[in-house]
């Protein structure tokens, strides 16, 4: 298995509201990744996971909280977020130290605060 | 903030000719790799080289590298209609025990028939 599973891969949520977006990857990476997305913009990173452990914060907003269950799964939950916030977040994963091997990406929940 | 520059930001070419983007970047890098992006959704992993190599080709791709000039390039030969996408090149940066992937502009690529 090669390929990084994002869901859902749309949502629309108000700004009271908490929804929490999904990744998983079965390719015994160890470094898992959360990117944001604005229109005709590169990716931006926000979290880098290393052994299950928070290893980079990007000074994101605390409405975006991260969790690392388990190896194979990445969570991003959001809360009380704002209508700049809609983006495409992508979740990539890769070897620790990344090596030779790049980066496998999800293909993305395309988000849309309302 | 953003490691990378892209030019061009935009490049249109007709099937069958060569398309050229160019990266630069600020800070010294564990290795350099690109990306494309079809109409907003997931990157695929193109081609990485590292800081130590000066050219790399896999397939129709051919990317070099200059450290000296803290530039990178991506050349695709033969372009096909399927190559329309947006290509970004990013750098690979080492921090402690993390991997730190960051983006350039990217080069939005049209290829007509």
């Known amino acids: 298995d090669t390929e990084v599973t994002q869901t859902p891969k749309h949502l629309v949520m108000g700004m009271t509201n908490k929804k929490s977006l999904k990744c998983e990857q079965h390719?015994?990476?160890?470094?898992m990744y959360w990117y944001k997305q604005k229109a005709k913009k590169p990716p931006e990173l926000m979290f880098v996971?290393?052994?299950?452990?928070?290893?980079i914060n990007e000074s994101v907003p605390s409405r975006f909280s991260p969790e690392c269950p388990n190896s194979s799964l990445l969570n991003l939950h959001l809360h009380a977020l704002q209508p700049e916030d809609s983006a495409l977040y992508l979740c990539?994963?890769?070897?620790?130290?990344?090596?030779?091997?790049?980066?496998?990406f999800g293909s993305g929940t395309r988000l849309t605060v309302v | 903030s953003q490691q990378g520059e892209e030019d061009p930001q935009a490049l249109s070419i007709q099937e069958g000719e060569n398309a050229t983007m160019n990266c630069s970047y600020k800070?010294?890098?564990?290795?350099l790799q690109w990306y494309r992006q079809n109409s907003g959704r997931g990157l695929v992993h193109l081609i990485l080289?590292?800081?130590?190599?000066r050219e790399k080709h896999s397939g129709r791709l051919r990317v070099t590298l200059d450290t000296s000039k803290k530039s990178s390039s991506l050349l695709i030969t033969a372009s096909r209609a399927a190559d329309t996408a947006s290509y970004f090149c990013?750098?690979?940066?080492?921090?402690?025990?993390?991997?730190?992937?960051?983006f350039g502009t990217g080069t939005r690529l049209q290829v007509t028939l």
């Open positions: 990539a994963s890769s070897q620790v130290l990344a090596g030779d091997y790049g980066y496998t």
């Open positions: 390719m015994g990476h160890r470094a």
């Open positions: 996971y290393s052994y299950e452990k928070l290893s």
């Open positions: 800070t010294s890098i564990n290795n």
């Open positions: 080289i590292r800081s130590n190599e």
């Open positions: 990013a750098t690979d940066d080492i921090t402690g025990t993390a991997s730190k992937l960051t």
